[in-house]
């Protein structure tokens, strides 16, 4: 089984829909994230948590919320979803930081797209 | 100066080849370095990391140079399977303390 899960892998929503990505982990990191990655713009920090009292936003905020109901679980939520926010999203967790080894490991990303 | 940047690309290779690919970085604070590979429509997987004093795995080279803020990956006798996007990723420092800044990626197409 797969570490850092995402559901759904892929979704096609209208504007204006609510809708919520989830990412699950079984690696027991406390860190969670979440990224979008566009064509040409590379991977961009969304929102990210330290554990599950510390959520902190990204470089693209705007437009997103989040949730970290347990260690193991970071869901991202659009309120509203436009057109401009169809990308790819992954989410991400790492171990507590201690000095600077950690890596992050990935999920399997959901495809979205808003028409 | 964008803050992780990486050689533009894509880098056509025959198999067999040598290709490097370079990163820089602005933040000179920055404590950690790493290289992942991310296949088409996939997560970014991490290759490796890199060292201060350099390191090797197998065909694949990882260098960093804190003088000049850049890291480099060297991949030896290029095979089909290399092809794929790399993306070196660096470590902030401060706040948020092993968060990870990601360069948009060079793709590397080895052909046959």
């Known amino acids: 089984d797969a570490d850092v899960t995402q559901t759904p892998r892929n979704r096609i929503t209208k504007t204006g829909k609510r809708i919520m990505l989830e990412c699950s982990q079984t690696?027991?990191?406390?860190?969670m994230y979440w990224y979008r990655q566009d064509p040409g713009l590379g991977l961009r920090l969304i929102y990210y948590?330290?554990?599950?009292?510390?959520?902190n936003k990204g470089e693209i905020s705007d437009g997103y919320s989040v949730s970290r109901q347990a260690q193991a679980k970071f869901s991202l939520s659009l309120e509203s979803a436009i057109p401009n926010q169809t990308a790819l999203y992954f989410c991400?967790?790492?171990?507590?930081?201690?000095?600077?080894?950690?890596?992050?490991?990935f999920g399997p990303g959901t495809r979205l797209l808003v028409l | 100066r964008k803050e992780v940047e990486q050689d533009p690309g894509p880098f056509n290779v025959p198999e067999g080849a040598t290709v490097a690919f370079n990163c820089t970085y602005s933040?000179?604070?920055?404590?950690?370095f790493f290289w992942y590979r991310q296949d088409c429509r996939k997560e970014p997987k991490l290759l490796m990391s890199?060292?201060?004093s350099g390191n090797e795995d197998g065909r694949f080279t990882a260098q960093l140079n804190r003088a000049s803020q850049y890291i480099s990956l060297l991949i030896r006798d290029s095979k089909l399977s290399d092809s794929a996007t790399y993306l070196c990723?660096?470590?902030?420092?401060?706040?948020?303390?092993?968060?990870?800044?990601f360069g948009k990626g060079t793709k590397l197409s080895v052909k046959p």
């Open positions: 990723a660096v470590s902030n420092y401060g706040g948020s303390q092993g968060n990870l800044i």
């Open positions: 948590s330290f554990d599950v009292k510390d959520i």
């Open positions: 890199v060292y201060s």
């Open positions: 933040n000179s604070a920055s404590q950690s």
């Open positions: 991400a967790t790492s171990p507590r930081y201690r000095g600077g080894r950690e890596t992050q490991y």
């Open positions: 690696k027991g990191h406390d860190r």
